[in-house]
């Protein structure tokens, strides 16, 4: 069996992105302690375990305890070596202290969401299907895209969605999503949906992308805090990295690209890191056709000196 076969997911077609590239540029084969902070599933970590032939200590966190739940039962012939901690990465340094682990070998982030996520009607991550405005990646977390969509001023909504989504119809549709919660809550993913749909001129739609695609990607960085944690969490990945140690960063869009490599070029003016990739790993063609969605994906990669 090859390591994509090993690895996907077929019941709901989950695939690893680009988990050949990571694999060698991150070195798995030769470390020994490597830190997975976004093992959702255990696509990668499934590949990289099986690869990593010195292998001491594998740590997968995720914030997301169903998403936890399964990659343990999906890892459990690697147990003795994987360590399973529920947290958001950008509190690596603790995640990493309570494991006792001081350093790593590698460290690797994948910045998209899952699949499965999208396809659990009740998480609320798509517009394609009905399910409630939730969109949290931890359900322990107290505020849903429901409690933004209801009760943030059109000013804020316009805000969320042009720094977070870059819609360039932001103030309509923050302006209409005010005025259709006067009537009644905006509760539901097609509710919201619609509501932009018929906003959004026809003639601007581009690439063939649902005119809802960038609110709801604004609204579940908004709810999960996602740029913040991500420059959190790569300045303590690279301050965690062994000399030597080498961290990748897979990215979907260009405000998390541009974070990474906005955060390694710091790095690497003060002396800290190298940076490997002068310009991002983009997935090969035989890969976009197996897996659409990884088209937009991105590698950047840095070394600790």
Do not use: W
Request: proline residues 3%.
């Amino acid at each position: 069996m090859t390591f994509m076969e090993s690895c996907v997911m077929d019941e709901i077609k989950h695939y690893p992105v680009m988990y050949r590239e990571a694999r060698e540029l991150l070195r798995i084969e030769e470390a020994r302690v490597i830190v997975d902070c976004t093992l959702g599933l255990g696509g990668h970590a499934c590949c990289f375990l099986e690869a990593a032939k010195n292998l001491s200590l594998y740590v997968g966190i995720d914030k997301d305890e169903e998403s936890l739940s399964m990659a343990g039962e999906r890892l459990k012939s690697f147990s003795q070596k994987l360590r399973l901690v529920k947290s958001d990465f950008s509190h690596l340094d603790e995640a990493l202290k309570n494991s006792g682990v001081n350093e790593a070998d590698a460290i690797f982030f994948d910045l998209g969401i899952s699949a499965y996520q999208l396809t659990k009607n009740e998480r609320g991550f798509s517009f394609l299907q009905e399910g409630p405005l939730d969109m949290r990646m931890d359900r322990d977390s107290f505020v849903s895209a429901y409690d933004l969509v209801n009760n943030l001023s059109e000013e804020e909504l316009t805000s969320v969605f042009f720094k977070f989504g870059e819609e360039h119809y932001s103030r309509r549709i923050a302006r209409s999503i005010v005025e259709a919660r006067s009537r009644e809550p905006i509760s539901t993913t097609i509710q919201l949906a619609r509501l932009v749909g018929a906003v959004v001129p026809v003639r601007s739609f581009k690439y063939r992308i649902h005119p809802a695609t960038r609110i709801f990607q604004a609204l579940r960085i908004a709810v999960n805090r996602e740029l913040e944690s991500l420059d959190a969490g790569v300045q303590k990945g690279i301050s965690l990295l062994a000399k030597g140690g080498r961290i990748g960063v897979i990215s979907f869009h260009s405000l998390e690209d541009r974070i990474v490599k906005q955060t390694f070029k710091e790095s690497a003016s003060r002396g800290i890191i190298k940076v490997i990739t002068k310009k991002p790993v983009e997935p090969q063609d035989k890969e976009i056709e197996e897996n659409t969605p990884s088209r937009s994906a991105k590698l950047r990669v840095g070394e600790k000196i």
